[in-house]
């Protein structure tokens, strides 16, 4: 099993391009989600996916677009980068599970991270 | 609403010494809490988890965190540091809503030889 992917590793972009971010999972878990990473911010969830077909803004969407394209795959979007956009960006996927009256899940399993400059 | 806090920016220990990373929690049901590890250059990697069973919690390279409801604590400790022990330790806790995280800014351990 490879666990959580992502591509590209390393992207550089001008201001005002656009790219995708590809993110896919061999693990049959229900749910992913989008983290960037900045210095001294922790990870700060971009857009998740509690299931296939269903996606939900985080703590900083505003410049993102997300698509659950199936269940293996994850995908994020910055329709025009900016600077501010510079970051790290994980991609993870749990295995969501409900159990009694709350919902119930095991660990989240990160990729190995894409780091974006935007210039 | 849910929060996570690390006290600590920054953390350096001698090889052999006490290891111990503080994250306190704020939450309004009972949670679920996590300790990351980062790499330089990778992805977080799971180093233990409460989820109400026991509240001493072992986890992988001889870390164990101690759920104290009390303190509305989580800290992270290892009895005797490792030069491989030096890298990022995250604290997370669980949000009802989909299953999502909130982590801590995060703690950066060194270990001087």
């Known amino acids: 099993n490879a666990g959580v992917t992502q591509t590209p590793k390393f992207q550089v972009l001008k201001t005002g391009q656009s790219m995708t971010l590809q993110c896919a999972q061999d693990m049959n878990h229900n749910s992913m989600y989008w983290y960037r990473q900045d210095p001294g911010m922790g990870l700060r969830l971009i857009y998740y996916?509690?299931?296939?077909?269903?996606?939900d803004k985080g703590e900083v969407p505003n410049g993102y677009n997300v698509s659950r394209l199936n269940k293996r795959e994850f995908s994020l979007r910055l329709e025009s980068a900016a600077p501010s956009q510079t970051s790290v960006y994980f991609c993870a996927s749990s295995a969501l599970t409900r159990r009694y009256y709350r919902d119930s899940y095991n660990e989240q399993f990160f990729g190995p991270g894409t780091r974006l400059t935007v210039l | 609403a849910q929060s996570v806090t690390q006290l600590g920016s920054h953390v350096s220990v001698s090889e052999g010494a006490l290891v111990l990373l503080r994250c306190n929690y704020s939450s309004s049901v009972p949670p679920y809490l996590f300790w990351y590890v980062q790499y330089p250059n990778q992805g977080l990697q799971l180093l233990l988890k409460y989820t109400s069973a026991a509240t001493l919690v072992k986890g992988i390279n001889g870390f164990e965190a101690e759920f104290k409801k009390s303190e509305t604590s989580f800290h992270l400790t290892k009895p005797s540091a490792h030069m491989s022990d030096a890298a990022e330790y995250f604290c997370a806790v669980s949000n009802n809503q989909g299953g999502k995280l909130i982590f801590g800014q995060g703690t950066e351990l060194s270990v001087k030889p």
């Open positions: 996916s509690a299931s296939e077909g269903t996606t």
